[in-house]
């Protein structure tokens, strides 16, 4: 079965500066889509990067990118320029490019950004 | 445009009491999910369906029921309610579901707590 691992519970990054969330994940298969979900404290899960494993070049959303090592099986979440509005539950998830219908959650890490 | 509706937003419930989440999206996806995520953890899927009078057991289906007649209403039944079922219980939609890398869109929760 497949694991998502998010080993920083909580981070924190200054406004305007860099921040990079972890996250690794655990698969014997070759074709599969990652996903970095952003929950506020309103609650709703909001898509905020995706990356298709057969892709080799990483994937960018504005402010937000990821670097995907594949042989690492490593996905992390890199946000630029951060803003208070990013401030939220951040998870790592995992879906198997076969036909499943079942995104596998991290445990999530906590960011918050000070002013 | 509404997106996916869940009702209630907050439940109490007593020990064997039955109750039925409601889930409703406007977007005519053919893919339903829920989720629940306990406190400190991720989201874990429950059930899901491919379309009307289609559904399948996710990873923690035990101690819920669902249906799906209609595109738009995916409800879940809690038959006894046991304090392990305390959580926040999301539901999601998609257009084409696991085939694709497509998101999620999530509705905003509800919290039920099982006393």
């Known amino acids: 079965a497949q694991t998502v691992t998010q080993s920083q519970p909580e981070m924190s990054v200054q406004e305007a500066e860099t921040v990079t969330l972890s996250c690794t994940y655990d698969?014997?298969?070759?074709?599969?889509?990652l996903f970095w979900y952003k929950q506020p404290p309103s609650r709703q899960m909001i898509l905020v990067i995706r990356?298709?494993?057969?892709?080799?070049q990483n994937a960018t959303e504005n402010r937000f990118s990821v670097n995907f090592q594949k042989a690492a099986k490593s996905f992390s979440l890199k946000i630029s320029d951060s803003q208070l509005g990013d401030a939220a539950m951040y998870f790592c998830?995992?879906?198997?490019?076969?036909?499943?219908?079942?995104?596998?959650f991290g445990k999530g890490t906590k960011l918050t950004v000070n002013p | 445009n509404a997106g996916v509706t869940q009702t209630p937003k907050f439940r109490i419930l007593k020990i064997g009491q039955s109750m039925t989440l409601q889930c409703a999206q406007d977007?005519?996806?053919?893919?339903m999910y829920w989720y629940r995520q306990d406190p400190g953890m991720g989201l874990k899927l429950i059930y899901y369906s491919v379309g009307a009078g289609i559904t399948d057991k996710g990873e923690v289906p035990n101690g819920y029921n669902v249906s799906r007649s209609t595109t738009e209403d995916f409800p879940l039944r809690l038959e006894l309610a046991a304090p392990s079922q305390t959580s926040v219980y999301f539901c999601?939609?998609?257009?084409?579901?696991?085939?694709?890398?497509?998101?999620?869109?999530f509705g905003s929760g509800t919290q039920l707590s099982v006393l």
């Open positions: 990356q298709e494993a057969y892709k080799q």
């Open positions: 698969t014997s298969e070759s074709d599969y889509y």
């Open positions: 977007m005519n996806h053919n893919y």
């Open positions: 998830a995992y879906r198997s490019a076969g036909g499943s219908e079942k995104l596998v």
């Open positions: 999601a939609s998609s257009p084409r579901g696991g085939l694709t890398n497509e998101k999620l869109f």
